[in-house]
């Protein structure tokens, strides 16, 4: 039997693989132990036991009975097959076994074992020995065949000994198969040098994509954890709306309804007074007894037309006729005004227009104020800076104004004030004092409006009224933003999200400036324009 059919009778018709430790059922069909009893596993569940082969159904699950025989042949001819990784190829001269072959010869067109080569080496020194191979016709020359020795530059192709001296390659420009395979190797390492550049570039490629790839994911998180903390504010803004409004209809109705329970109670209590007049007149037209009837009358006329409560009848007409209602308009305000807040809020969190940046005006600049070289930065100096005395420099603040003025339009600006632990920021008109001690102070005049820290301690300022903040204090980043058409500068903390703090309304008169002031640590100003 060739090994190919023996080797189909060996495997195990579960698992295609040579049988270990080979067990059989009642109806004569052999199967790995493992892989029949996962079939029957499986088969338990559903209650039905089945040969996998012939489908021979068994009442209970099957004894399962070892081949001995079978296991035997199985390990003997598991043992004659090759090892992974050799040739498959066996040696010529080994008749009784097949011995993997470790070398082939040309000349003989034989393969040999370790044994066989060591025998041929002495017997044929000058044979051509190669690794082992069974297509040895394909290394000799299918005219002559001869072993091809050369290699013919001119046609490119592998020839005999024959061919170059009297055959069709006779006269062309031969090699042996040493030269050429050498100038190949050259030719080929020179294409593997341009490889494994081109790979190393295209992998430069692959890398820049990926990194890509991670700046793309990073910043998406990013943004969903912002668009996250937006979103809850916004609920959160959207409920204290909600409630707002909800308080105010409270109120409305509560003040509508408040004469309207009066009278209706003082009513009551003349109807109360009508229905015992009644219910006594009832009974005195009841009564048979005629004196009873007139005694009773001597104490005067149940129904007097003259008292009747006029001034009852004339509140309740006013009460149903005057027209007063719900003030609609006034909750359509507050509405308008908490959803248009909501709507700052995005506008803040997403700046999309042109960003313009805030410079600090030097000029404006208390003497012992350090501004940096940009125009951004401010911080106390304990040296005097002896710059020139002009009208608009701060004489006893430590302070400084921006060099623009905003008179139209919505913009923004942002300080980093996460370096210092005392400051003020805000925007003033330019005719600020500029030579007074408390009163030039942001915040602390009707010309300025201020957030200021001090102590550990947070509070918003103008005309000299303080609102203490409970809330958190700003540490990293606060925004200023202003509608100037609408009379609104609102102040706001950047975290994961925007956070409100305050907001003024008012009417302004002038241009304003935005203005620092500088106690402890340096602040960074910079700026965003929302459209003029």
Known sequence: ???????????????????????????????CRACIGHVLDAQERCGVYSCPQCRQRFTSRPTLQRNINLRNIAEVFRATQPDEGETGIFCSYCIRFSVPAVKSCLQCEAS????????????????????????????????????????????????????????????????????????????????????????????????????????????????????????RDLRRHLEDLEKRILREISEQEEKLLLPLSDLIHQIGKKKDELSMKIRHIVEMCNMTDPLTILQES????????????????????????????????????????????????????????????ILLDVNTAHNYLQISEDMKTVSWSNMKQ????????????????????????????????????CWIVGMCYPSIERTGWFHSWIGYNNKSWGLYRHNDQCSVIHDSTVILSPDNIPRNTVRIYLDYEAGQLSFYELRDSVRHLHTFTTTFTEPLRAALWVGKGPVKVSGRNLGM
């Open 112 to 231: 040999l074992c370790e044994k066989h080569l060591k025998v041929h080496s002495k017997s044929s020194s000058e044979h051509v020995i190669i690794e082992p191979t069974t297509s040895m016709e394909n290394r000799k020359c299918s005219v002559h065949k001869k072993i091809l020795e050369y290699y013919c530059t001119m046609e490119g192709t592998c020839i005999c000994v024959s061919c170059s001296l009297a055959g069709e390659h006779q006269g062309h420009k031969v090699e042996t198969l040493d030269e050429a395979s050498e100038k190949k190797k050259r030719e080929l390492k020179n294409d593997l040098q341009g490889l494994i550049t081109e790979r190393e570039e295209t992998q430069q490629r692959v890398q820049s994509l990926q990194e890509r790839m991670r700046n793309v994911h990073q910043k998406a998180a990013e943004e969903k954890v912002r668009v996250t903390a937006l979103f």
């Open 1 to 31: 039997m060739a090994a190919a059919d023996l080797r189909d009778e060996l495997d195990c018709s579960i698992c295609l693989d040579i049988y270990t430790d080979p067990v059989n059922l009642r109806c004569g069909h052999n199967f």
């Open 386 to 421: 002896n710059r020139p005395e002009t009208p608009e420099r701060f004489e006893n603040c430590a302070q400084v104004l921006s060099s623009r003025r905003f008179f139209s339009g919505r913009h923004y600006w942002e300080v980093d004030v996460s370096q210092s632990e």
């Open 298 to 357: 001597d104490t005067g006329d149940f129904y007097d037309a003259e008292e009747v409560d006029d001034e009852d009848r004339e509140r309740h007409d006013k009460l149903l006729h005057d027209g007063r209602d719900l003030e609609v308009a006034g909750i359509a305000r507050t509405l308008h005004t908490g959803i248009s807040d909501m709507i700052k809020m995005v506008n803040i969190s997403y700046n999309i227009q042109k960003a313009a940046d």
